[in-house]
């Protein structure tokens, strides 16, 4: 069966400081890949999605970026984090075909920049 | 682009009590899906429907896509504490790359 997983899970990071978040799928392969930021507001906003290796769509223009070096393996970083990058940071794959609609997300990582 | 409006915002129930929300777009939409948040957790994803009019259960959950294509219904039946949570809706119209657009989500409190 497929999993996901994020590190770490909780993170406190100071302003100006970089980022580095981590996200791996196993049992599948050639997944599509995306993160997401989640507010205190809870709705979900698509930051980064990935088709394929070294493929990377940005849905929103910020200091983040997104890095996809191996198959399996999404990156999430910044140089410079800002007070605004607060949030619940979300990994998430889905398969071929059509079911590349259905997302599975990861256990998230808390961010809190101070 | 799309927009999904999803109804209501929070519902507080007394355990026992059948819940129903609903998601609404602009658009039509060929695939609804529909997570639940735990707090401090990712979204788990409850039923994807690909078919209008078509109705899907998991276990006392059951979840309709709507006739017109831009409508989709989630229900609960006797609901118990452990469906506290966030829940989502999420919609996707063919073609392009696989991104849904999500709701903004309903907070479901359980009374004991």
């Known amino acids: 069966s497929q999993t996901i997983h994020q590190w770490p899970a909780t993170l406190v990071q100071p302003v100006g400081s970089p980022l580095s978040l981590e996200c791996t799928v196993e049992?599948?392969?050639?997944?599509?890949l995306y993160w997401y930021r989640q507010a205190a507001g809870r709705g979900l906003q698509l930051l980064f999605y990935?088709?394929?290796?070294?493929?990377i769509s940005s849905e929103v223009p910020q200091n983040l970026s997104a890095s996809r070096p191996q198959d399996r393996q999404f990156i999430l970083s910044s140089k410079k984090l800002l007070l605004s990058d607060s949030g619940f940071y979300l990994c998430?794959?889905?398969?071929?075909?059509?079911?590349?609609?259905?997302?599975?997300f990861g256990p998230g990582t808390r961010l809190t920049v101070t | 682009g799309q927009q999904l409006n999803q109804s209501p915002q929070s519902m507080f129930i007394q355990e026992g009590e059948d819940v129903s929300m609903n998601c609404t777009s602009s658009?039509?939409?060929?695939?609804w899906l529909w997570y639940k948040q735990d707090p401090g957790e990712g979204p788990v994803l409850l039923i994807a429907?690909?078919?209008?009019?078509e109705l899907t259960s998991n276990g006392r959950l059951t979840a309709q896509f709507g006739i017109t294509r831009k409508d989709s219904f989630l229900n609960i039946s006797a609901s118990i504490p452990s469906d506290v949570g966030i829940y989502f809706c999420?919609?996707?119209?063919?073609?392009?790359?696989?991104?849904?657009?999500f709701g903004r989500g309903t907070s479901l409190i359980v009374h004991p």
């Open positions: 990935s088709v394929g290796i070294g493929q």
């Open positions: 658009s039509i939409f060929n695939t």
């Open positions: 999420a919609g996707s119209t063919p073609g392009g790359s696989y991104i849904p657009t």
């Open positions: 429907l690909y078919k209008a009019g």
């Open positions: 049992g599948t392969s050639n997944p599509n």
């Open positions: 998430a794959w889905s398969g071929p075909g059509h079911r590349s609609y259905e997302q599975y």
